[in-house]
C-alpha cells in the first residue's frame, strides 16, 4: 500500500500590514462622508445614518488584530476603500503566480525536491485571478515542473479539497509527489465599506509537497492517515461574481459582487457541522479528540475555532492544542488553516497525531488526520 506524505510547506507573506486602528479610522473617515453626502436625506428619516467601527468591536467579534495584504494605500483611502494593484501585461507572471512561486520554493526546499521532479500542481483557492489559462500551469511552468495541473476552487475548503485530490492521486500510483498552492487575494473580494465585515480577511498564500513514502528524503514526513470532506449547499456565504455578469447587465459594483454572509447563521450551523466531521472521521480511524495533539483549523474567527475544537477534545482548548494565527494574519481563506500547520508543528514527535480541518463556504468543510512519521 502507498503511504502519502507532506513533507514540506511554504509560507508567503505580504509586506503590508494594517492594525485595527489604521482600517477603523479609514472607515470612520468613509463613514463621515456618507452622513455629510446624504445629510439632507437622513434628517428626512429617508436614511439611516452609517456607524462608526472600533478596533474593540473588532477583536470581539472575531479575534482579529491585524492583517496582511499586498496594498494597504488604497484600502485606507476613505476615497477608494480598495486596495490599488497594478493590471499586468499577458506576458507577466500573474499576481497569484508570483506568490504561488514564493511560497513554493520554500515547501520545495524543505521537503528536498526538485521542481523538475514534481508531476501534479494543484492551485486550490477561493477566488481565481482569471478563468483561464490556469493558474496552475502558469506555476508549473515557471517552476519548471513537469506533469500536468489544474485549478480548483471549494472556498475555504480548496486547501484541504486539494489535499485529499492529490493525496488520492499519489496512493493510486498516477503520480509520486504533487505541490499543492493556495494564492489568497482575499483583500479584492472584501466590502472595506461594510462595519459587519469590512475587518475579516487578509492575504497570504500557502505551499504544500506530497510525496509517496518510498520517495520522500525529508527531515519532517507527516502521514496522512485519512481524509473526508462533505459539502451542504447553502447562501449563508455567498459572491455572485462571474462571467454571466455582463450578459445578464447586473451591476458589477453591486454589493452581491464581494464577499457577503449572515454570520450569525454560519456560526450556528457550520460550527456542529465541523465538530462532528472531524469527531466521525477520528472515529472511523479508531482515534478520538484525546489522541489529537494539534488542530489546525481554518482560521476564521477565533469564537469557532474554541467551540469546534471544545466539542472535539471535550476540553477548554490551550493555545498549543489549536494554534491561533487569525489575530495577525485575519481570515486567509484556504491558506489559514496551512498558515497554522506551517507555523505552529513545533515539539511534534514521531507518533503524535493532528488534524487539518477546513471549512467555508458551500457549505463546504475538510478533515485531513496527520501522523507525524
Known sequence: MTHVVITGTGLYTPEHAIDNASLVKAFNAWV?????????????????????????????????????????????????????????????????CDMAIQAARQALAAAKVDAADIELVIVACSNLERAYPAVAVEVQQALGAGGYGFDMNVACSSATFALETAANAIASGSVKRALIVNPEICSAHLNFTDRDSHFIFGDACTAMVLESSDCAVANEQYEILGTRLVTKFSNAIRNNAGFLNRVTDSDPLALDKLFVQEGRRVFREVCPMVAQLISSHLASLELSGSDLKRMWLHQANRHMNDLIARKVLGVEPSEAQAPIILDRYANTSSAGSIIAFHLHRDQFESGDIGVICSFGAGYSAGSVVLRRH
Not at 42 to 47: C, L, W
Not at 63 to 71: A, F, M, P, Q, T
Open 32 to 96: 463621515d462622508s456618507q452622513n455629510a453626502h446624504y445629510a439632507d436625506a437622513i434628517a428626512r428619516g429617508e436614511r439611516e445614518p452609517l456607524s462608526h467601527s472600533s478596533s474593540e468591536f473588532i477583536e470581539k467579534a472575531s479575534g482579529i488584530k491585524s492583517r496582511y495584504v499586498l496594498d494597504a494605500s488604497g484600502i485606507l483611502d476613505p476615497v477608494r476603500m480598495r486596495p490599488k494593484l497594478p493590471q499586468r501585461s499577458n506576458d507577466e507572471p500573474s499576481l497569484q
